[in-house]
């Protein structure tokens, strides 16, 4: 369970106000940015599409040998990690789960996406307190659409 870390109160959509934001339409993604997993939102069954267009373009960077220019939402550091890591007898790159993350959220950002600005943890109990983003926005499949655009466009 969410909640507003200074007021322990549960966060509400800052769009229609539903405390129960994540049936209400407009949860674009709930990250638990501890453990760098998607809870939910419009985003949980299609982050997949933005990771494989990712790694492909990644590997058939680090396949040709050749460099990939990329600078926007933080791709230029989850570059470097992937070239560092790649294996080149392997026919997959593995993207670092939190820098993805990072990049992700602000992919979204930039395409319409807003965050909820108080402290929001998920206070599973002792150690196991995670930091949480979740992201609004009036239309969040307008938002991923646009997002998965926009990567396309910065990868090639």
């Not at 049936?23 to 990250?31: K, N, P, Q």
């Not at 050749?66 to 790649?86: A, Q, R």
């Not at 395409?111 to 930091?131: H, K, N, Q, Y």
């Not at 992201?135 to 396309?152: C, E, T």
Request: with cysteine; aromatic share 8%.
């Amino acid at each position: 369970m969410t909640i507003i870390e200074n007021t322990g109160r549960g966060p509400a959509c800052p769009i229609c106000n539903s405390t129960e934001y994540g049936s209400c339409g407009h949860l674009v993604a709930d990250f638990d940015r501890t453990y760098g997993e998607c809870l939910g939102g419009e985003i949980y069954d299609r982050q997949a599409e933005f990771s494989d267009l990712a790694e492909r373009a990644f590997l058939l960077h680090l396949n040709q040998k050749t460099v990939l220019s990329v600078k926007k939402w933080g791709l230029d550091e989850l570059w470097e990690i992937t070239l560092g890591k790649f294996d080149p007898d392997e026919e997959y790159v593995e993207l670092d789960g939190d820098i993805f993350q990072r990049v992700l959220i602000a992919l979204l950002k930039d395409s319409g996406a807003f965050d909820v600005r108080e402290g929001l943890i998920d206070p599973g109990g002792p150690s196991m307190t995670s930091w949480v983003s979740l992201l609004f926005a009036d239309d969040p499949s307008k938002v991923i659409d646009m997002a998965i655009n926009k990567l396309k466009i910065e990868l090639h």
